[in-house]
């Protein structure tokens, strides 16, 4: 009986020294996690410097480029040429970048266009009788007879192209092609432009062989920065059209980050993109810091934020060096952008 009894004190023993350990691990992990999370998440605010840039993203202090989202998503039906023609004409404000998404069509044409289908911008489920309405499976002349303009909303929230049909369809309501954009963009003045294939696999790589034969054509390889979520179609363009300028994707934009943190000297060329174009905060890691993108400027990285409406943190990004704001508001960021330098 007394033998049981200290064999059940030594397991009681055993069970308390294996919980103690445990608790000690665990509050160990939790330190070292809430560490890591204060470091990854703090303001590193360094002295914004100047570098001697040969990247042609790369601002000066203070001129933050305002780059157009959509083309101006807020101002105008997004994608559209009235969304082109509006910023253009704009007397109100100037944009430095466009920003657009392409999707390759069943024809193999390379129209504008940000979702995967054409449901959420148009009135593609009425005129096709069905939902789940993807560029890839109609041509481009199937895809103009639709109204571009059907749900989007103006600051007031009216919807003032709602209901157009047929004839009825202002043509720079309709689809656009890539080349039709751009080649009104460059009639216009000239501009850089921010591209971003949409479609992966098989597709996007289409595409993106169609964007380079388009760029090529009209002699704009060197104004254009290209952008896909798909590692695979940046790895692509690494290997067949090495003269394109392209965005990090996240594995490369991760490490950017925390070489910086560390301030890892690397070698010329050890990056192979050229622009990081990232939220500053709506990862885990703090993307909007000084730090880092003092040191993209020193490695010939330009950094560019979206998708920025708030006017306290274009002025914050400005403040840190930020090389241009990706924005639905256009006119909101020319503004507040101009309006600091002036101070």
């Known amino acids: 009986m007394k033998a049981t009894k200290e064999s059940k004190n030594k397991k009681v023993s055993l069970i308390l020294k294996i919980v103690k350990v445990v608790s000690i691990c665990l509050l160990i992990t939790c330190v070292l996690v809430l560490g890591l999370y204060k470091l990854v998440t703090y303001q590193w605010q360094d002295e914004p410097k100047e570098y001697p840039a040969a990247n042609q993203y790369i601002t000066k202090l203070s001129d933050t480029m305002v780059s157009a989202h959509r083309a101006g998503k807020s101002l105008f039906p997004q994608g559209t040429m009235m969304a082109f023609e509006g910023c253009v004409n704009s007397?109100?404000?100037e944009t430095d970048i466009f920003e657009f998404d392409v999707h390759i069509t069943a024809d193999?044409?390379?129209i504008i266009l940000h979702d995967d289908t054409l449901d959420e911008v148009s009135n593609a489920i009425e005129h096709f009788g069905k939902t789940e309405n993807y560029a890839e499976n109609y041509t481009y002349e199937e895809i103009r007879e639709l109204n571009l303009g059907e749900y989007f909303k103006n600051k007031d929230g009216e919807t003032p192209y709602k209901g157009l049909r047929g004839e009825n369809i202002p043509d720079n309501l309709r689809v656009l092609t890539v080349t039709d954009a751009l080649t009104y963009?460059?009639?216009?003045?000239?501009?850089?432009?921010?591209?971003?294939?949409?479609?992966?696999?098989?597709?996007?790589?289409?595409a993106a062989d169609i964007l380079y034969d388009t760029l090529t054509d009209m002699k704009l390889l060197d104004r254009v920065i290209?952008?896909?979520?798909?590692?695979?179609i940046l790895l692509y363009l690494d290997?067949?059209?090495?003269?394109?300028?392209?965005?990090?994707?996240?594995?490369?934009?991760?490490?950017?980050?925390?070489?910086?943190?560390?301030?890892?000297d690397r070698p010329d060329g050890y990056y192979k993109f050229d622009v990081l174009q990232v939220p500053p905060d709506r990862y885990i890691v703090n993307m909007g810091t000084s730090k880092l993108v003092n040191y993209a400027h020193k490695n010939n990285i330009a950094i560019q934020y979206w998708t920025i409406?708030?006017?306290?943190?274009m002025i914050f990004l400005q403040s840190i060096g930020a090389d241009g704001i990706i924005t639905d508001n256009p006119d909101v960021a020319y503004e507040v952008l101009n309006s600091q330098n002036k101070e």
């Open 185 to 206: 963009l460059e009639k216009s003045g000239g501009y850089y432009y921010s591209i971003e294939i949409k479609n992966s696999g098989e597709l996007g790589l289409k």
């Open 309 to 313: 409406n708030d006017p306290e943190k």
């Open 239 to 264: 290997e067949n059209y090495p003269d394109l300028t392209r965005i990090a994707y996240n594995v490369e934009a991760a490490g950017l980050f925390f070489d910086a943190l560390l301030d890892i």
């Open 108 to 110: 193999e044409k390379l």
């Open 91 to 93: 007397k109100e404000f």
């Open 226 to 232: 290209i952008a896909s979520f798909d590692k695979e």
